[in-house]
Antibody, heavy 121, light 108 residues
Framework: EVHLLESGGGLVQPGGSLRLSCATSGFTFNSCAMSWVRQAPGKGLEWVSTISGSGGPTYYVDSVKGRFTISRDNSKNTLYLQMNSLRADDTALYFC??????????????WGQGTLVTVSS | DIQMTQSPSSLSASVGDRVTITCRASQSIHTYLNWYQQKPGKAPKFLIYAASSLQSGVPSRFSGSGSGTHFTLTITGLQPEDFATYYCQHSYTTLMYTFGQGTKLEIK
């Protein structure tokens, strides 16, 4: 069974940094792209970033480019999101999600329960 | 960037009803369209891929259709556990996704 467990969220001041982690089990981690998706309080889902299984290509939503860095440690089956220069509008519940190919179509088929990031002074 | 627009933003229905949610893409995404269900306080659940293919374990009362820029999610015979928020998401651009703003399905 696939398990994804996020950690590292918390309260941080504007301009500060946080590093989120997502520990995984139950699947071949290095074969799967992984993503971060966030949800601001009372709002919808927003895709943040994706990293390929090899850790090579990475992709970001425009609003976090240059501030967030996605990475992974395939030896530890763990996904990371380094968040710098945090702003109030980064406040959200951050989910990690596993990418899978279904007949050639990418989908986010497994999700963690999320870790809450609050950016406030 | 491809924008995804869902309608309606909210919808009231009764158990047993048939409901349809629409998702439109700002450009053709062929059938690179997924649907997710999210209940309050929970992680999203993957329902449908490739616009119309049900993920394993998803009840057959859920169905998806469409291609190009216009897609629909239909639930036939609403059950109490179906009241949730539904999101479409495109996967047309490799490993870069956009979600629709969501449709909240509420009990009438």
């Amino acid at each position: 069974e696939v398990h994804l467990l996020e950690s590292g969220g918390g309260l941080v001041q504007p301009g500060g940094s946080l590093r989120l982690s997502c520990a995984t089990s139950g699947f071949t981690f290095n074969s799967c792209a992984m993503s971060w998706v966030r949800q601001a309080p009372g709002k919808g889902l927003e895709w943040v970033s994706t990293i390929s299984g090899s850790g090579g290509p990475t992709y970001y939503v425009d609003s976090v480019k240059g501030r967030f860095t996605i990475s992974r440690d395939n030896s530890k089956n763990t996904l990371y999101l380094q968040m710098n220069s945090l702003r109030a509008d980064d406040t959200a519940l951050y989910f990690c999600a596993k990418d899978s190919l279904y007949s050639g179509f990418d989908s986010l088929d497994s999700w963690g329960q999320g870790t809450l990031v609050t950016v406030s002074s | 960037d491809i924008q995804m627009t869902q309608s309606p933003s909210s919808l009231s229905a009764s158990v047993g009803d048939r409901v349809t949610i629409t998702c439109r893409a700002s450009q053709s995404i062929h059938t690179y369209l997924n649907w997710y269900q999210q209940k309050p306080g929970k992680a999203p659940k993957f329902l449908i891929y490739a616009a119309s293919s049900l993920q394993s374990g998803v009840p057959s009362r859920f169905s998806g259709s469409g291609s190009g820029t216009h897609f629909t999610l239909t639930i036939t015979g609403l059950q109490p556990e179906d009241f949730a928020t539904y999101y479409c998401q495109h996967s047309y651009t490799t490993l870069m996704y956009t979600f629709g703003q969501g449709t909240k399905l509420e009990i009438k």
